[in-house]
């Protein structure tokens, strides 16, 4: 347990569905992160917020579209997805302003498109 | 930006040592930190280098050259609960949050 809490960890939605994941952390973090992993694929960054306030987008579709309501939680918000953006989400968290911190991790969403 | 390189797959033997390589490029660096992820499970931190030289945690140790851009996780006395994808990460410096950019991972097999 890395006290970083994600739901669901199995989601399996269609093309046209609308779906969220959620992420939630009580570390007292103030960074929080969405990646994406597929097989054969490193970690992909896809978005990072910093006090609650997105600071990058590492040019992800429209179609994914996050949300850090407060510095504990953290949406991905998914609709009209692709087969293709069948992976594991992962969510992560850490201090900011210190850079030899770990970031910790959830155990992911494991979503499948069909 | 950032890329690290590292094997895709390494095995070895219960109760060997074994040494997983990881090189990168990056604009500006702040450090090389190791990640383990069994299958199912969330990658949790392992080791972080800013300075040259080797860093021993117990059973783990990690290395670092700057001038070479090299660095590698040495895993002594090997049980089978270490297969598991390993990763390499740098921070990426072009955010000023500079999040963790990770290697593709070396999945590492032990066997009896």
């Known amino acids: 347990e890395t006290g970083v809490t994600q739901t669901p960890r199995h989601l399996v939605m269609g093309m046209t569905n609308k779906k969220s994941l959620k992420c939630e952390q009580h570390?007292?973090?103030?960074?929080m992160y969405w990646y994406k992993q597929s097989a054969k694929k490193p970690l992909e960054l896809m978005f990072v917020?910093?006090?609650?306030?997105?600071?990058e987008n590492n040019s992800v579709p429209s179609r994914f579209s996050p949300e850090c309501p407060n510095s504990s939680h953290l949406f991905l918000h998914l609709h009209t997805l692709q087969p293709e953006d069948s992976a594991l989400y992962l969510c992560?968290?850490?201090?900011?302003?210190?850079?030899?911190?770990?970031?910790?991790f959830g155990q992911g969403t494991r979503l499948t498109v069909v | 930006g950032q890329s690290l390189e590292q094997p895709s797959e390494v095995t070895a033997v219960e109760g060997a040592i074994v040494q997983i390589n990881c090189t990168y490029q990056t604009s500006g660096f702040y450090g090389l930190s190791w990640y383990q992820q069994h299958d199912g499970g969330a990658p949790t931190f392992l080791s972080y280098?800013?300075?040259?030289g080797l860093e021993e945690t117990g059973r783990f140790s990690s290395f670092l050259s700057r001038s070479d851009s090299y660095g590698y996780l040495l895993l002594q006395e090997l049980q089978m609960k270490d297969s598991a994808s390993y990763f390499c990460a740098v921070r990426d410096r072009s955010s000023g949050n500079t999040p963790l950019v990770f290697g593709k991972g070396t999945r590492l097999s032990v066997i009896a």
């Open positions: 280098n800013a300075l040259d």
């Open positions: 570390l007292g973090h103030n960074a």
């Open positions: 992560a968290s850490s201090p900011t302003g210190t850079l030899n911190t770990e970031a910790f």
């Open positions: 917020y910093s006090l609650e306030e997105r600071v």
